[in-house]
């Protein structure tokens, strides 16, 4: 990767103490691990992955659900990376109902149109996916149609990692496709370093020098390395048609816990499509699997080579935890590209 | 799933509906979430165009995904 290598020793001369970031994207990961960018990185400069990966972090109560509605005889339509999440009984993929992959909520009614069962579309992801669901709630979908919205929003779980600071973090690299969407105004709330980032291993390179500048400078402010696609205010249209359907809810997140206003739920005149009130299904917490690990990797206070069970009882074609299971997750990444102790 | 690619907008159909084109794919996407033109570039996610980006930007990143995907067959 010779054009990272400039950025690269930049980094090494400006790292003068010990420096841990926090990225919140499983696209991040994947690029990180694919270009090996760990291996580039000074000693004292760590990059964490966080609760970036929407599969990882939708609790095993929700997927549970989404296993309800199968056993009740809907079609639920999927997003393909939910398929293998093991739920309390099984998981959609081996559930025996009618479970559908589509690439997004627009194929999901489509289904519903051609048919009169009952269709759910598991809604699940963060600041990118909501607002496709939203716009496809503003064209009346059939009565047959719902969802069961799992969205989560990221600037909370934020929030929430800095008070509770276990993770011991200098700041965060944004996760640029949520920028895209939602711009970067809401965080500068955050007193921490910020830097939105692209995907690229430069772009993340580039991120990381701008990130140590700032904590060398003892400063903190949002920076925008990612100009090609993000801009402070983002996609007007798309938050305005995503608040116009969802409200803000208190949820949890996989190895977190309730976290106040960090989900999405349906407002009342779209309940007709809200899954959880036209089934009536509670949702449950559910206590983790004793020996995964995963909640702390989604914390950022373990890595996936941690777990006693990475690579071993917890593989992608067995996986125990999430993270083992979605492109997006770290376990999976780290499997994939055999990253071992780092 | 949070994979975005850039894309051309080459007709808009009625019902919010495009046809881009990625560079070897056409394909339908919604554009509920962008005002756009033919001719201009979006980044598409899910199906649905999320955001619009300038041709410079679009061609841009079309290349880095170009060269991604080769040195992935590699």
């Known amino acids: ?342 | 799933m949070c994979v975005a690619v850039p894309a051309e907008v080459l007709e808009i159909k009625e019902g919010n509906i495009g046809v881009v084109d990625y560079g070897d794919l056409k394909q339908e996407v919604r554009l509920d979430l962008v005002d756009v033109k033919v001719g201009e570039f979006v980044l598409v996610h899910v199906g649905f165009a999320i955001q619009r980006l300038s041709r410079e930007e679009g061609l841009e990143t079309r290349e880095i995904f170009r060269q991604v995907y080769a040195a992935m067959e590699e």
Not at chain 1, 66 to 75: F, K, N, P, S, T
Not at chain 1, 125 to 143: N, R, S, W
Not at chain 1, 219 to 236: C, D, F, I, M, Q
Not at chain 1, 317 to 341: F, L
């Open chain 1, 1 to 342: 990767m010779p054009a990272g290598t400039d950025i690269a020793k930049s980094l090494k001369e400006a790292v003068d103490r010990d420096m841990a970031f926090m990225h919140i994207c499983g696209t991040h990961e994947a690029a990180i691990a694919r270009a090996g960018l760990r291996s580039l990185l000074p000693e004292h400069l760590k990059i964490v992955m966080g609760p970036g990966c929407p599969v990882c972090i939708t609790p095993q109560g929700e997927i549970d659900a989404a296993l309800e509605l199968a056993g009740r005889g809907c079609i639920v339509a999927t997003y393909g990376d939910l398929l293998r999440v093991p739920g309390t009984k099984g998981s959609l993929e081996s559930c025996g109902g009618d479970v559908r992959v589509v690439q997004g909520i627009h194929k999901a009614v489509g289904i519903a149109q051609k048919t009169d069962s009952d269709v759910v579309f598991i809604s699940v992801g963060f600041e990118t996916t909501a607002p496709t669901v939203a716009a496809m709630m503003l064209t009346k979908p059939p009565e047959n149609f719902s969802i069961l919205s799992c969205h989560r929003i990221v600037p909370p779980a934020m929030k929430w990692l800095l008070e509770q600071g276990e993770a011991k973090l200098n700041g965060f690299m944004l996760p640029g496709h949520v920028c895209t969407v939602m711009g970067f105004a809401e965080y500068e709330q955050f007193p921490v370093p910020q830097v939105v980032a692209g995907f690229e291993p430069d772009d993340i390179l580039l991120g990381l020098l701008m990130l140590v500048k700032q904590v060398k400078e003892g400063t903190h402010r949002v920076e925008n390395a990612y100009p090609r696609a993000v801009s402070r205010e983002g996609n007007v249209k798309a938050k305005r048609i995503m608040y116009e359907v969802f409200e803000p809810s208190d949820v949890e997140w996989r190895g977190f816990p309730v976290i106040r206003g960090s989900g999405l739920r349906l407002k009342e005149e779209f309940s007709q499509y809200d899954a959880w009130k036209k089934y009536g299904i509670m949702y449950k917490h559910v206590a983790k699997h004793p020996a995964c690990i995963c909640d702390k990797v989604l914390r950022g206070i373990a890595q996936p080579s941690d777990c006693k069970m990475f690579a071993k009882a917890c593989t992608p074609r067995t996986p125990v935890g999430p993270c083992m299971v979605s492109h997006e997750g770290a376990c999976k990444i780290w499997h994939m590209y055999n990253v071992r102790k780092t």
